[in-house]
């Protein structure tokens, strides 16, 4: 569905974007992550068609967005950060105009019902856009996105601002848009990510660092396994006990504790179930276990890691970084 070879754009004797290669399927839902001035955001306006490229190409549907813009720029939703809005006009009065602009040939009146039903605006259809709350105003710039049933989606920092209700509804809209549509993310948000995305493209200084499934890109860099253990016995010596572990890497205290119990975190080397010989070693001395659980690296973690990888950033300073 989305073809991107070889992208370059320079300003000046700068590279915002440098050998960019990626593509994306129908049906996916690609998050695109990268710090501040990673070159993410220099992406999105190539792939919408507002920027040009210094080299490389981009097609949509096999349409090069070179050679046919308006072709290649009908089978894109955009919803920037700033949604498009006009507030003196209502939901309605809004989404007629967006469907004239965008000269869209669907049945008018059925085509806007279905996208109000799918991004439940029905009950503020007849406000003023002004008067909307900030979680509304963002299912009205969805909704625009929608208009022409665009098989490309592409939303920047979708719930920057939303209430926690109103971001868990805009994941949910987003995943649903996803069963039919090609879907790209991009955020800062890690748990967006997470929540949403079924892969991920990791951008620094204009180059991809990482292009991985969601769920595998967090396997791909832990050294072994993290576990979160409950113990009913004396705090100190547990954490001892454990550390003695053949294959344990390091243990750590919570600082929990639930009645006569203590909780710990402990790491494993790579290659090496820990789970059996924690078990003796605790049953040996007649302490409990009432919990034991994997406990994943999280994404924000994988994020740092790659970036300060892709940076030269040694493990020394990311321990004194308290990594």
């Known amino acids: 569905m989305i073809k ?62 070179v050679e046919d813009p308006i072709k290649a720029k009908k089978l894109i939703g955009f919803l920037p950060e700033q949604p498009p809005l ?15 602009l965008k000269g869209c040939t669907l049945e008018k009146e059925a085509h806007l019902e279905e996208i109000i039903k799918v991004t439940k605006l029905g009950e503020v259809r007849s406000r003023l856009i002004a008067n909307l709350s900030k979680g509304n ?20 920092e979708p719930t920057v601002g939303l209430d926690p209700k109103q971001i868990l509804a805009v994941r949910n809209l987003m995943r649903n848009l996803a069963k039919n549509h090609t879907v790209i993310l991009s955020t800062h948000i890690l748990a967006e990510v997470q929540a949403c995305c079924e892969r991920v493209i990791i951008i620094n200084k204009g180059k991809i660092i990482a292009d991985e499934r969601t769920d ?3 396997r791909a860099i832990e050294d072994g396994y993290r576990y979160r253990i409950k113990v009913c016995g004396p705090e100190k010596e ?14 750590e205290s919570t600082g929990e504790r639930d009645l006569d119990s203590f909780a710990f975190v402990f790491d494993s080397a790579k290659g090496v179930d ?46 004194r970084r308290g990594k």
């Open 4 to 65: 991107v070879e070889n992208l370059v754009k320079r300003f000046g004797n700068t590279y915002a974007l440098n050998d960019v290669s990626f593509e994306i399927g129908d049906g996916e839902i690609v998050g695109l992550l990268g710090p501040n001035g990673a070159g993410k955001s220099t992406a999105m306006n190539i792939l919408t068609g507002y920027l040009s490229s210094t080299s490389g190409s981009v097609s949509i549907d096999d349409i090069d967005m």
């Open 86 to 100: 006009y507030p003196e006009m209502t939901v309605d009065e809004f989404l007629n105009f967006v469907y004239e």
């Open 137 to 156: 105003k963002q299912r009205v710039g969805i909704a625009q996105a929608l208009i022409g049933d665009p098989k490309v989606l592409i939303f920047d």
């Open 216 to 218: 595998s890109i967090v």
């Open 238 to 251: 547990v954490a001892s006990t454990l550390s003695r572990i053949n294959g344990v890497k390091s243990v």
């Open 274 to 319: 820990v789970r059996k010989p924690v078990f003796n070693a605790c049953a040996s001395r007649g302490w409990p276990i009432i919990g034991l659980e994997a406990v994943g690296t999280d994404l924000e973690t994988v994020f740092i890691r790659l970036v300060d990888a892709a940076e030269g950033v040694t493990e020394g300073t990311q321990r």
